[in-house]
T-cell receptor
Framework: DAGVIQSPRHEVTEMGQEVTLRCKPISGHNSLFWYRQTMMRGLELLIYFNNNVPIDDSGMPEDRFSAKMPNASFSTLKIQPSEPRDSAVYFC????????????FGDGTRLSIL | QQPVQSPQAVILREGEDAVINCSSSKALYSVHWYRQKHGEAPVFLMILLKGGEQKGHEKISASFNEKKQQSSLYLTASQLSYSGTYFCGTEIRDDKIIFGKGTRLHILP
């Protein structure tokens, strides 16, 4: 079974550039979560979707961050313009339902903003 | 709102036991436990629901005391493969999980 697929695995770009991270959840999973992981702050929830609808985006750092889920099999997280402090590993996870379900994580995107 | 994990780091010899604690200031709906190895994604271990249940997974088990809003993860007769960072995730209502900062576990041969 295919797991959660994220792309790219690594991204290095210069400050000010637009960055787009992509995620394909497990087929049949209704909830999708975007996380950011850093040494200082740990694993932070940025936003999550249920049935393609954003439910809670209170973790999105600021207006430079946006996320979309145009259909059940694809989501994007966009940063525009990017800043060095956005450097982190970004994970996408999906679950079959909203609660009491294991979260299946993708391999993550390691983002470095120079 | 972020749960507090303790200890922050543990070093054990193979075969020794460890306990990792997770506490929250909020009433919990459930507690999740994950393990992450360096450079990899977090991997699900188990979920505990309110009701004070205890669960086991090979030699790894956990308990959940909803009155104290605490959960503990027990690793018995640790193996080298248990090394990694352990995260608890607390679910306050029936949707999002908030993760603790993790406990780094290093097993020596």
């Amino acid at each position: 079974d295919a797991g959660v697929i994220q792309s790219p695995r690594h991204e290095v770009t210069e400050m000010g550039q637009e960055v787009t991270l992509r995620c394909k959840p497990i087929s049949g999973h209704n909830s999708l979560f975007w996380y950011r992981q850093t040494m200082m702050r740990g694993l932070e929830l940025l936003i999550y979707f249920n049935n393609n609808v954003p439910i809670d985006d209170s973790g999105m750092p600021e207006d430079r961050f946006s996320a979309k889920m145009p259909n059940a099999s694809f989501s994007t997280l966009k940063i525009q313009p990017s800043e060095p402090r956005d450097s982190a590993v970004y994970f996408c996870a999906s679950t079959p339902a909203r609660s009491n379900q294991p979260q299946h994580f993708g391999d993550g995107t390691r983002l470095s903003i120079l | 709102q972020q749960p507090v994990q303790s200890p922050q780091a543990v070093i054990l010899r193979e075969g020794e036991d460890a306990v990792i604690n997770c506490s929250s200031s909020k009433a919990l709906y459930s507690v999740h436990w994950y393990r992450q190895k360096h450079g990899e994604a977090p991997v699900f271990l188990m979920i505990l629901l309110k009701g004070g249940e205890q669960k086991g997974h090979e030699k790894i088990s956990a308990s959940f005391n909803e009155k104290k809003q605490q959960s503990s993860l027990y690793l018995t007769a640790s193996q080298l493969s248990y090394s990694g960072t352990y995260f608890c995730g607390t679910e306050i209502r029936d949707d999002k999980i908030i993760f603790g900062k993790g406990t780094r576990l290093h097993i020596l041969p």
